[in-house]
């Protein structure tokens, strides 16, 4: 039989149901990162300015999860009920919490050749989501429970491409981006996304959203893209290609690829790739970077 309870007032006392066939209690949703970070942000954007139809959040239904462990969530999927004012139309409310994430554009600078000379190197590994056994893509991961995006992108660099690095060697695309962008209404794009007068949550990096939505019709994670330039002696550039790395022990067989920068979006067809790319070469143009 189903159980039925409510969110704190703090979430507008929306009533919260689970099916007998999800392992999940209401504890643990309300303690689950990714869903603490959505609930709030909804929650904010449905009291702000940008509602004029008075859409507001009516029930949840947990439609499934999937856990990591016996501990730890890892998704958890749901049917969100929004509705206008006057309970005339409804929001299309199919979500699948996930949480924020990392992305990373590892590049290779051979020293003493031109700044603009960089090699970016891809990883190739089995994506079986993706129905391929070497799938050509940059380090991504998802935000570990530390909160901290840099310290997430410094350890999917040192795993999955060998580099290690302080955090503070990482150059952050998305805050470059979002942060000096005249064509963003920065109060307004903050209450679209409900920042407005979000209630706090766990992470305080969780509130800075300077990232990007992978697919906001389904998923509520964002990804904040950094970059790092790895200076190399100019006949070391071929030791990197082929390269064999990865946690073996966690089933990771990555491949290194190497890749002319600018020949980036030929070379892929993953969308985080394309992504920082692209970001890459706007602030490059901007002179927002000194490559």
């Not at 499934?64 to 462990?69: P, T, Y």
């Not at 991961?141 to 997430?152: E, I, K, N, T, V």
């Not at 920068?261 to 790739?273: C, G, I, P, S, V």
């Not at 890459?280 to 000194?290: A, T």
Request: proline residues 7%; hydrophobic residues 40%.
């Amino acid at each position: 039989m189903s159980t039925t309870s409510i969110l704190p007032p703090l979430y507008n006392s929306v009533p919260v149901t689970i099916p007998p066939h999800v392992s999940l209690t209401t504890s643990e949703l309300l303690a689950f990162p990714a869903f603490k970070a959505w609930i709030s942000r909804l929650t904010a954007s449905l009291r702000s300015e940008n509602n004029p139809d008075g859409y507001s959040l009516r029930s949840l239904e947990i439609t499934n999860v999937v856990r990591f462990s016996s501990t730890k969530i890892g998704f958890v999927m749901l049917n969100a009920v929004v509705r206008d004012a006057e309970d005339k139309t409804s929001l299309p409310g199919v979500v699948l919490l996930r949480g924020a994430s990392v992305a990373i554009l590892p590049l290779l600078h051979p020293i003493d050749t031109p700044k603009d000379n960089l090699y970016a190197i891809l990883t190739l590994q089995p994506r079986i989501p993706g129905a391929t056994t070497s799938m050509a893509e940059i380090p991504a991961g998802m935000l570990d429970d530390s909160g901290s995006f840099a310290g997430a992108a410094a350890k999917e660099l040192e795993e999955e491409v060998g580099i290690t690095i302080s955090e503070d060697k990482l150059i952050n695309l998305s805050e470059l981006a979002i942060s000096s962008s005249p064509l963003l209404d920065k109060d307004a794009s903050k209450e679209s996304i409900g920042l407005a007068n979000a209630p706090p949550v766990s992470s305080e990096n969780t509130q800075k959203l300077d990232g990007i939505f992978s697919s906001a019709g389904l998923l509520d994670e964002f990804v904040t893209y950094h970059a790092f330039v790895h200076e190399i002696p100019e006949g070391e550039l071929d030791r990197w290609k082929g390269k064999l790395t990865g946690l073996r022990d966690k089933g990771e067989r990555i491949t290194l690829k190497i890749v002319k920068f600018e020949d980036l979006w030929k070379a892929t067809r993953d969308n985080m790739a394309l992504c920082a790319w692209a970001l890459w070469k706007g602030l490059q143009e901007d002179g927002r970077l000194p490559y």
